[in-house]
């Protein structure tokens, strides 16, 4: 079964990431390598992706007057989709033990939800 994994970022997080030594961010990011490299030999992970800051998105909504897009940032929001993993693994449960092991999880929100498809 599929699942994502939503790592959700907030200012804290995101100030604590930029107050990081370039020696404390490797070793962030070499988290990460780790973690997907398991996920890669366990064959789990199926893509993960980080997302650009919110200061770079575009809303776009669809009506009888045609498409309308609006830019960011939005201050109203006080956390981000900051990246995400699609998993493909036997169980929530193991599921749920990888967004564990995801950084943010640590000082932030890591959500977990079944791919349930468009059909």
């Known amino acids: 079964m599929k699942y994502v994994v939503l790592i959700y970022g907030n200012p804290e997080s995101r100030a604590a990431w930029a107050g990081m030594s370039d020696e404390q961010r ?8 780790q973690l997907n490299d398991d996920l890669d030999a366990s064959g789990e992970r199926v893509v ?5 800051y919110p ?22 929001a ?3 989709l900051a990246g ?3 998993l493909d693994c036997e169980s929530l449960e193991r599921a749920t033990e990888i967004a564990g092991r995801v950084p943010e999880a640590s000082f ?8 349930m498809g468009l059909r």
């Open 84 to 86: 995400f993993y699609l």
């Open 78 to 80: 006080k956390e981000f």
């Open 108 to 115: 932030g929100v890591v959500e977990v939800r079944p791919v």
């Open 26 to 33: 490797a070793a962030g990011l070499a988290h990460y390598q």
């Open 48 to 52: 993960s992706e980080r997302l650009a």
């Open 55 to 76: 200061e770079l998105t575009k809303q776009v909504r669809a009506g009888e007057g045609g498409v309308l897009t609006t830019d960011g940032p939005f201050a109203e």
